[in-house]
């Protein structure tokens, strides 16, 4: 029996010292993981993702969106209620979508722009995907015709447009409607402007 015991023991430190070896790998890969984590983390914030931002002019915000994964723009008229309800909902998701560029501006500002993309009501999210234009929200039509829609009726269709990517959401399987909302009354006080 002894020769058993002894051949057991030797099997337990030859597992215990594998044990240490795959451990100390593990740790070594998984810090890997998490400077490379961090340094993505810190060049998306320098290029501004994670906020609603607004670039200086229209080369510039047509340069960021082409050279983003995944992009937005919010079209807005600083005098429109309702540019101003969609800007604070896109700032409050941006802290959420990280890897997605979120970005207002000004129609006045973006004559070519407001012309190819054939932007007529405001607010207009147009949303994109390695530059190309995949989606666009045109007022609040799609999100209950009310000022008062959630902020998770604007998130769900964003998702559905794959503008933003939800973790949380496998298999592909998206959500089939954003028509969840209680409050389908039509606001009649609306300022959705034509330009």
């Known amino acids: 029996m002894a020769a058993i015991d002894e051949e057991e023991e030797a099997i337990l430190r030859e597992l215990e010292l594998e044990d240490d070896d795959f451990s100390s790998k593990f740790r070594e890969n998984r810090a890997k993981e998490l400077k490379t984590s961090i340094d993505s983390y810190k060049e998306m914030k320098l290029n501004k993702f994670g906020v609603l931002s607004e670039p200086d002019n229209e080369g510039e915000l047509i340069k960021l969106t082409s050279k983003s994964k995944y992009a937005l723009i919010s079209f807005y008229h600083e005098e429109f209620r309702r540019c101003h309800i969609m800007n604070g909902h896109l700032e409050e998701l941006a802290k959420k979508y990280f890897n997605t560029k979120f970005m207002k501006f000004q129609v006045k500002n973006a004559p070519f722009l407001v012309e190819k993309l054939k932007i007529q009501v405001l ?73």
Do not use: H, W, Y
Not at 141 to 146: A, D, K, Q, R, V
Not at 160 to 184: E, H, L, M, V, W
């Open 123 to 195: 607010p207009c999210v147009v949303m994109f995907i390695d530059g190309q234009t995949v989606d666009k929200i045109i007022g609040f039509e799609e999100l209950g015709e009310t000022d008062n829609f959630k902020i998770d009726v604007l998130e769900k269709r964003l998702i559905k447009s794959n503008a933003i990517q939800d973790d949380t959401i496998k298999d592909g399987n998206r959500p089939n409607t954003i028509f969840g909302f209680a409050d389908t009354k039509r606001n009649d006080e609306s300022d959705e402007d034509d330009f």
